[in-house]
């Protein structure tokens, strides 16, 4: 059944109204109509199985037949800090990462990005990216693209409960399967360099703010892949896998 993100002002009472894009989605290409059950999430794990009772132009009326509790988020809540790369390579990484079950992705600029975040428009495009792979893959809660910031300001970010992690190329003794095995938290930060991987000097500013060095093998990873590595081996040692 596809699922259909509302927020809470479109429910009133035993039923959920739903205007434009996705009215007309279920209106026009799903060819919906009264009778048929529609499937409503409100972006914070709570799913609402509903019956359309109207149509009209631009607007559907469903009615809540049952509501249950997302079982699509993982036990973990996972932050990525992506130093914003080349190209449309962000978009590949938002999407995959979502799909993955990181809870919010933050862009960096590091001091060896090449690209710049220059206007909110890519901002706009990123957080509609994040918004369609969470409903593709039924995702309990909508995933959050921040403002960007500095890589300073980033290790700094999460609170002291959070685990932090920073793959290193040239880091030679910390695994990353024994920093996980470590973990007390449900809350993990996961910072990502750009194309020219961290600088020294920003290696050196996460360590002091508590940031776990770790290797990834002797094999460098390019910035798109190593996220998707990171998540990956923290859903199957800490999450739902």
């Given amino acids: 059944m596809q699922r259909f993100y509302i927020t809470q002002d479109m429910i ?43 149509t009209s132009k631009g607007e559907v009326v469903a009615k809540i037949d049952k509501t249950e509790k997302n079982n699509t988020e993982p036990p973990i809540s996972i932050t990525l800090y992506q130093s914003i790369p080349k190209g449309d390579k962000m978009e590949y990484i938002i999407q995959k ?19 710049k975040l220059k206007d909110d428009k890519k901002l706009l495009r990123w957080q509609k990216i994040a918004d369609e792979a969470a409903k593709q893959c039924g995702r309990g809660k909508l995933v959050k693209v921040c403002e960007p910031v500095s ?27 024994e920093v996980l ?14 194309e020219g991987g961290f600088s020294d000097e920003e290696i050196d500013i996460a360590l002091k703010n508590n940031v776990h060095s770790v290797t990834l093998g002797p094999r460098i990873l390019r910035t798109e892949t190593a996220p998707l590595a990171v998540i990956s081996a923290i859903m199957y040692e800490l999450g739902d896998w």
Wanted: glycine fraction near 6%.
């Fill in 12 to 54: 009133n009472g035993e039923n959920i109204t739903v205007f434009g894009d996705d009215a007309n989605h279920i209106l026009k290409v799903l060819r919906y109509k009264e009778g048929d059950t529609l499937l409503f999430c409100d972006g914070e794990a709570t799913d609402y199985f509903c019956t359309i009772v109207s």
């Fill in 97 to 115: 990462c979502v799909e993955l079950g990181v809870a919010n992705i933050v862009p960096v600029e590091s001091k060896r990005c090449v690209a």
């Fill in 151 to 177: 890589f300073k300001d980033a290790v700094k970010l999460p609170n002291d409960n959070t685990h932090k992690i920073i793959p290193y190329e040239n880091e030679k003794d910390g695994k990353l399967k």
């Fill in 181 to 194: 095995k470590n973990n007390k938290t449900n809350e993990i930060s996961v910072y990502i360099g750009p």
